[in-house]
């Protein structure tokens, strides 16, 4: 859900030589941006209703959590698999499945 309004961007780098003990990698502290294609609210909440769904039963297929919210053919369109696990899609996937949904 954070996804949808912000995203984060990198502030700045700080190298291993800042920290003690010296990790062996650098650090990106992150700042939250408004996401500029926060789209409108009736999309919002169908695709808020599919991620709640989609996460309704925890490692569940999103064909089995899904089931009459996308079919097949909505699957295919969104480019997304159905044996997929909600926990594995990104914010734009979610958005595909919400544009291809059978009901709303």
């Known amino acids: ?24 990698c650098a650090a990106a502290p992150g700042r939250p941006e408004r996401h ?11 695709v808020f209703q599919l991620v709640d769904a989609g996460f309704a039963t925890r490692r569940k297929m999103l064909r089995n959590n899904l ?18 696990r909600a926990e594995r899609l990104d914010l734009a996937a979610w958005r595909k499945l919400a544009a291809c949904r059978t009901s709303n």
Request: glycine fraction near 10%; proline fraction near 11%.
């Open 1 to 24: 859900r954070v996804a949808w309004g912000v995203r984060a961007a990198v502030s700045r780098n700080v190298p291993p030589a800042r920290f003690a003990p010296q990790p062996r």
């Open 67 to 84: 089931a009459g919210m996308v079919d097949d053919a909505g699957f295919a369109a969104a480019g997304v698999e159905p044996t997929e």
């Open 36 to 46: 500029p294609d926060a789209g409108d609210a009736a999309e919002r909440a169908s």
